[in-house]
């Protein structure tokens, strides 16, 4: 059973804080996605990633950064958390370079940021 | 700029009965669509696609439809179960760049 994990359900952080959400799949997929999901918006490209230690920036990555230094393992950093990124950040991944293939996405993590 | 919009954010049919939700886009390079499906407390997961080159998709219950002219596409779900209450998404990206978008949702509720 093919899996994304992610590092946690729910987490509380306050403002100014460095965050660090961890993604891990075991599909040996070559491509890792990090979203956001927002009411009214769905879900937004935050950044990818198409091989270790490449990275490429998505439609909002203000505020954010990313780390792969491993295949199975995509890290999504908050440098210092503010409010507006209390949101839903959800983690994919995807086989091969044509990365528009279907998408296998973790469960969520919730984020609050006071 | 939502390039792919789910107008309907909620949907409610009888079970047993046909639920259409639908998509429109923006962007006429996109040539790939996918419907992904989201129960609560859980990620989004692949449902169907379709590529630019057909019109119509069908697997099992559920069939994707798309008019590329009118930049349309539609999921039917035939019939409908009160299982498949849960949030859909659609999804479209071009083949020539890195660009997925997502619709924002629609929530669809099937009533036993």
């Known amino acids: 059973d093919v899996k994304v994990t992610q590092s946690s359900r729910y987490l509380v952080k306050r403002t100014g804080e460095k965050v660090f959400l961890e993604c891990v799949q075991d599909?040996?997929?070559?491509?890792m996605f990090w979203y956001r999901q927002d009411p009214g918006l769905g879900l937004r490209l935050i950044y990818f990633?198409?091989?270790?230690?490449?990275?490429e920036k998505g439609d909002i990555p203000e505020g954010y950064s990313v780390s792969r230094e491993k295949k199975e393992r995509f890290s999504l950093i908050l440098e210092s958390a503010s409010t507006n990124q209390t949101s839903m950040y959800l983690c994919?991944?995807?086989?091969?370079?044509?990365?528009?293939?279907?998408?296998?996405f973790g469960p969520g993590t919730r984020l609050t940021v006071l | 700029d939502q390039q792919v919009k789910q107008n309907s954010p909620s949907l409610s049919v009888q079970e047993g009965r046909i639920s259409i939700l639908n998509c429109d886009y923006t962007?006429?390079?996109?040539?790939?669509f996918l419907w992904y499906k989201k129960y609560p407390a859980e990620g989004p997961t692949f449902l169907i696609s379709?590529?630019?080159?057909?019109d119509k998709n069908e697997d099992g219950r559920f069939t994707v439809f798309l008019n590329k002219s009118a930049k349309h596409l539609s999921l039917h779900i035939v019939p409908s179960q009160p299982g498949d209450s849960a949030v859909y998404f659609c999804?479209?990206?071009?083949?020539?760049?890195?660009?997925?978008?997502f619709g924002a949702g629609t929530r669809l509720t099937v009533k036993p």
């Open positions: 599909m040996d997929h070559e491509n």
């Open positions: 999804a479209a990206s071009a083949d020539n760049n890195n660009d997925m978008r």
């Open positions: 379709i590529s630019s080159i057909k």
């Open positions: 962007n006429s390079m996109f040539d790939y």
């Open positions: 994919a991944s995807s086989p091969q370079a044509a990365w528009y293939n279907e998408q296998f």
């Open positions: 990633s198409y091989d270790v230690k490449m990275k």
